[in-house]
Antibody, heavy 117, light 106 residues
Framework: EVQLLESGGALVQPGGSLTLSCAASGFTFTSSAMTWVRQAPGRGLEWVSTITDGGTTKYAESVKARFTISRDNSKSTLFLQLNTLRAEDTAVYFCAKVFHAWYFDLWGRGTLVTVSS | EIVLTQSPATLSLSPGERATLSCRASQNIITYLAWYQQKPGQAPRLLFY???SRAGDIPARFISSGSGTDFTLTISSLEPEDFAVYYCQQRITWPLTFGGGTKVEI
C-alpha cells in the first residue's frame, strides 16, 4: 500500500527539541523528493522544508537554523529534527511526497507537536 | 516571497450550486499553481497541478483555470463530499507558499 506514516509528535517545552519521523511505503522512496508541511490549529498550510532525492535541502525562513530535514533511504524514512522550539511551532506536521517539482501528491495523516510550558 | 491570496475566505452554498474560488498571486507565477482539498481531520489531497492538469481521480465537475496572477477553481455542481477547505500553492520559486484557504460550507 502506498502510504506515509508520521510519528514522534509530542508536548514539549519552549526551547526544547524533538525529532519527527515519516515511514514511507509502496513507492520508490530513494528517487523521491520529500517535504514537511505544517498546519497550526485552525490555520492554513505552511511549507516547512524539502529534501531532494540527492539530499539537497530547503527551509522556510521561519525554521531555518532551528530545524533539520534528513532521510535514511535504507529505511525509507524521512526525519525532521526540531530544535529551539517556540510556541508558534505548535502544529500538525505532515510529511508529503514531492510530485512534479514541487507539488505534493501523497500525504501522511500528520503528527501533532505542541510547544507549551 | 510570493503571497497567494484566496477569496472568499468562506463560501456558503448548497449542494447542486456552483462554487467559484479565487487565488491571486503577488507576482507572475505563469501556470505553476496547484489546488488541494482538505476535509476536517484529514491530510490535503492534490486536485490540480500546473493549473490545468487534473491529479488522480478528480471528478470532471472540478475545473481549474488561470495564468499569471489570477487563478480560479470552479466546482460546477457541488456534491455533499465537496464541502471542505481548498488551498492553492505555487511552485515557481522558493519558499513554496500556500494561500490561506477557502472554506466551502453548506
Amino acid at each position: 500500500e502506498v502510504q506515509l506514516l508520521e510519528s514522534g509528535g509530542a508536548l514539549v517545552q519552549p526551547g526544547g527539541s524533538l525529532t519527527l519521523s515519516c515511514a514511507a511505503s509502496g513507492f520508490t522512496f530513494t528517487s523521491s523528493a520529500m517535504t514537511w508541511v505544517r498546519q497550526a490549529p485552525g490555520r492554513g498550510l505552511e511549507w516547512v522544508s524539502t529534501i531532494t532525492d540527492g539530499g539537497t535541502t530547503k527551509y522556510a525562513e521561519s525554521v531555518k537554523a532551528r530545524f533539520t530535514i534528513s532521510r535514511d533511504n535504507s529505511k525509507s524514512t524521512l526525519f525532521l529534527q526540531l530544535n529551539t522550539l517556540r510556541a508558534e511551532d505548535t502544529a500538525v506536521y505532515f510529511c508529503a511526497k514531492v510530485f512534479h517539482a514541487w507539488y505534493f501528491d501523497l500525504w501522511g495523516r500528520g503528527t501533532l507537536v505542541t510547544v507549551s510550558s | 516571497e510570493i503571497v497567494l491570496t484566496q477569496s472568499p475566505a468562506t463560501l456558503s452554498l448548497s449542494p447542486g450550486e456552483r462554487a467559484t474560488l479565487s487565488c491571486r498571486a503577488s507576482q507572475n507565477i505563469i501556470t505553476y499553481l496547484a489546488w488541494y482539498q482538505q476535509k476536517p481531520g484529514q491530510a490535503p489531497r492534490l486536485l490540480f497541478y500546473d493549473t490545468f492538469s487534473r491529479a488522480g481521480d478528480i471528478p470532471a465537475r472540478f475545473i481549474s483555470s488561470g495564468s499569471g496572477t489570477d487563478f480560479t477553481l470552479t466546482i460546477s455542481s457541488l456534491e455533499p463530499e465537496d464541502f471542505a477547505v481548498y488551498y492553492c500553492q505555487q511552485r515557481i520559486t522558493w519558499p513554496l507558499t500556500f494561500g490561506g484557504g477557502t472554506k466551502v460550507e453548506i
